[in-house]
C-alpha cells in the first residue's frame, strides 16, 4: 500500500507517533567498564569476529549481521516495557512468549525475561533513575542531553537513517541513542457497520461533521456509545495530545520548533484547525451526551470488545490499537480507522511518528549490550512486530503497511521535525513548568476537559484560557520569545 507523505526529516519511507497500552524481576545486568556509560564499549570478539563494530570498536547496530554476529553470546537480558497485555496467554495477538521463542530460534543461547508494568510512563523515570531496570527499556521522558547517561548509542544519526524510520526520535549531538519499537499514525479507530446503519455514508472530514456523525448515532441506536473516552484508565487521554502537531496544522516544524515560540497556541484560530480545534472535539462529544454515561467507570480493557461488537462507535487512538481491536472478538472486518477529521485547506494530514523506543543500558556489560543490540535489531528487522501491531514497520526498506491505512491513501502523514539547536530540551522545560505535559504523559489536563464539559462548570474556552495562560507563564519563565 503507497501512502502520501510528508518527510521532513530524512526518513527513507515512511512514517508514525503515538503510545500503545500498557511487572517486576530483577535485572540480571552488571556493572560495565567507564568505557561503557559513555557508549564506547569494546564488543565482545564472535564467531563473525568484529563485523558488529566500528573501527573505534563501538559496538553498532548498522554493523550486525543478524544470525551471523553474536551467535557465541550466552547471556540472560532483561527487557523493561509497558506492553502488560502481550505478557498475559489471553492476548488475541503476538504475545512476548512467541516471539521471544522465534528469536531464540536464531540466537537459542540468548535468554530474554520480560518485565512489564501497568504505570509505565511514571515508573519508567523512577526505575531509570534508580538504575534498576534492565538491560533494554522503552525509553520515557527524558531530556535528551540526559540521553548519553542512560542509554548506548545504535550509531551515529547518518548511519541510522539508513537503518531505521523516525531515526531522529532519540538523537542527541548527532547520536542515535532509541529505535522505534513501531510507528504510529494518529486518527480514529471506529466501527464501520455501526457508521453505515446510522446512515453516515463517508467518514468525517471536519469537526462539525464528526460531531453530526456522534449525534446519528445516537440517534440510530441509544444503546451505542459514540464516543468512548477511556477517561478511568488514564493513559489513553494522552492519544489527544498525539494529534495536535501533524493533525490540526499539517506542518512539521509545529511540535518542537513553532509551538515552542507560538502566543496563546490554544487560541481558536476560526477555521477549525490547530489545537483548539482538537480539544472542541471531545469537549463538545461529551457536553452534547455523545459519550459513556459514566465516565469514572470506564475500561479500556472490556473497550476493545465493545467496539469490536459494535457496542462502542469510536475511539481517539493511534494505528497501534487497530489490530487490538480487531482481534478482541468475532467481528474484527466492522473495525476500521480513520483520519482525525480535521481539513485544512481542503486536505487532511496525520501525525506520525514514533511509538515508545527501545534504549539499551549505557551501564550493562558487553556482553549483554550486544545481546540486547541483536535481539532490538531482531524485532525491528525479524520479528513482524510492527505489522502484527498495526504500526509503520520502522527498518528503513520496509513498507509493508498493514491494513490500518486502507483509508489514509489521500492523507499527508506529518512526521515531526527535530528541534532547533539549543533548543532540544525547551519543550521539555515548557511542558513541565506549565504542567500541560503535551505528547508527554499530559492526561490529566485530557480528563478536566472531560470532567468540566460534564459538570457544565466551566466553558471550552475558558480552559483554553487557562492552558494559554501557563503556557505564556512558562515561556516567560524560560526567556522564551512568543509571537
Given at each position: 500500500?503507497?501512502l502520501?507523505k510528508?518527510?521532513a526529516v530524512?526518513l527513507?519511507?515512511?512514517?508514525t ?8 524481576s530483577?535485572?540480571d545486568s552488571?556493572?560495565a567498564?567507564?568505557?561503557?556509560t559513555?557508549g564506547s564499549?569494546?564488543a565482545t ?5 568484529d563485523a ?6 563501538a559496538l ?11 551467535t557465541?553470546i550466552t547471556?540472560t537480558?532483561?527487557v523493561?516495557n509497558?506492553?502488560t ?7 488475541p495477538?503476538?504475545n ?9 530460534e536464531?540466537y537459542?543461547?540468548?535468554t530474554v525475561?520480560?518485565?512489564t508494568?501497568t504505570n509505565?510512563?511514571?515508573?519508567s523515570l523512577?526505575r531509570?533513575?534508580s538504575g534498576?531496570?534492565g538491560?533494554?527499556?522503552?525509553i520515557?521522558a527524558v531530556?535528551?542531553?540526559d ?7 545504535y550509531g551515529?544519526l ?8 523516525f531515526a531522529n ?7 542515535v541513542?532509541?529505535v522505534?519499537?513501531?510507528?504510529n499514525?494518529q ?7 455501526v457508521?453505515t446503519?446510522?446512515g453516515v ?6 469537526p462539525d461533521?464528526f460531531?453530526a456523525a456522534?449525534?446519528?448515532i445516537?440517534?440510530y441506536?441509544s444503546s451505542?456509545?459514540p464516543l468512548y473516552?477511556?477517561?478511568a484508565?488514564?493513559?489513553p ?5 498525539g494529534q495536535?502537531?501533524?493533525t490540526t ?6 511540535m ?14 476560526g477555521d477549525n484547525?490547530?489545537?483548539y480545534a482538537l480539544?472542541k472535539?471531545?469537549y ?7 459519550t459513556?454515561?459514566?465516565f469514572?467507570?470506564t475500561?479500556w ?6 467496539i ?5 462507535a469510536?475511539?481517539v487512538?493511534?494505528s497501534?490499537a487497530y489490530s487490538?481491536?480487531?482481534d ?5 472486518e466492522d ?5 482525525f477529521?480535521?481539513?485544512?485547506d481542503g486536505?487532511?494530514?496525520a501525525?506520525?511518528?514514533a511509538d515508545?523506543s527501545?534504549g539499551?543500558n549505557a551501564a ?15 524485532m525491528?528487522?525479524?520479528s513482524?512486530f510492527?505489522?502484527n501491531?498495526?504500526g509503520?514497520?520502522?527498518a528503513?526498506d ?5 491494513d490500518a491505512y486502507?483509508e489514509f491513501g ?5 512526521s515531526?521535525?527535530s528541534?532547533l ?9 515548557l511542558n ?5 505535559n503535551i505528547?508527554?504523559g499530559g ?5 478536566e476537559?472531560i470532567?468540566?464539559?460534564?459538570n457544565?462548570?466551566m466553558?471550552?474556552d475558558d480552559i483554553?484560557?487557562?492552558?494559554n495562560e501557563?503556557w505564556?507563564?512558562?515561556?516567560e ?7
Open positions: 500500500m503507497k502520501k510528508v518527510l530524512s527513507t519511507a515512511a512514517m507517533l503515538s503510545m500503545a497500552a500498557c511487572g517486576s530483577s535485572s552488571s556493572a567498564s567507564d568505557d561503557a559513555t564499549v569494546a570478539t564472535t564467531e563473525s569476529g558488529a563494530e566500528t573501527t573505534d570498536g553498532n547496530y548498522a554493523s550486525i549481521k543478524l544470525g551471523e554476529d553474536y557465541d547471556t537480558i532483561h523493561f509497558q506492553r497485555d502481550m505478557s498475559e496467554d489471553s492476548y495477538g503476538k512476548w512468549e512467541a516471539y521471544i521463542a522465534d528469536f531464540n536464531m537459542p543461547n540468548i525475561e520480560v518485565e508494568d509505565y510512563s511514571d515508573d523512577l531509570l533513575q534498576d531496570w538491560d533494554i527499556m522503552m520515557p531530556d535528551k542531553a540521553l548519553s547517561e542512560y542509554f548506548l548509542p551515529t547518518d548511519e541510522m537513517e539508513g537503518q531505521i524510520k526520535t532519540w538523537d542527541y549531538d548527532g547520536l541513542y532509541g522505534p519499537s513501531t510507528g499514525a486518527g480514529i479507530v471506529y466501527n464501520k457497520r457508521f446503519e446510522a455514508a463517508e467518514t468525517p472530514k471536519t461533521e460531531i456522534l449525534q446519528a445516537k440517534d441506536d451505542i456509545i473516552t477511556n477517561y484508565d488514564g493513559w487521554m494522552e492519544q489527544w495530545d495536535i502537531a501533524g496544522t499539517g506542518d512539521s516544524t509545529y518542537n520548533q513553532k509551538l515552542l515560540h507560538t502566543k496563546d497556541p490554544f487560541q481558536d484560530y484547525t490547530h489545537p480539544y472535539v471531545l463538545d462529544a461529551v457536553a452534547d451526551g455523545l459513556e454515561d459514566d469514572t467507570t475500561s480493557e472490556d473497550s476493545k470488545g465493545m469490536n461488537r459494535g457496542e462502542i469510536t475511539m487512538l493511534g497501534w487490538q481491536m480487531v478482541a472478538d468475532s467481528h474484527g473495525i476500521g480507522y480513520m483520519p477529521p480535521i481539513t485544512i486536505k487532511q494530514y501525525s506520525a511518528g515508545y527501545f539499551i550493562s556489560d558487553a556482553d549483554h549490550q550486544a545481546a540486547a543490540m541483536v535481539f532490538v535489531k531482531w525491528t528487522e525479524e513482524g510492527a505489522y501491531e498495526g509503520i514497520p520502522i528503513a520496509d513498507n509493508d503497511y498493514p486502507a489521500d492523507v499527508t502523514f506529518v515531526d521535525e528541534a539547536e539549543g533548543e532540544e530540551d525547551l519543550l521539555n522545560a513541565a513548568d506549565s504542567g500541560l505528547n508527554a492526561k490529566e489536563k485530557v480528563q476537559i470532567e468540566h464539559a460534564s457544565g462548570d466553558s471550552y483554553m484560557a487557562e492552558w501557563k505564556t507563564q512558562a515561556q519563565d524560560n526567556g522564551v520569545t512568543a509571537e
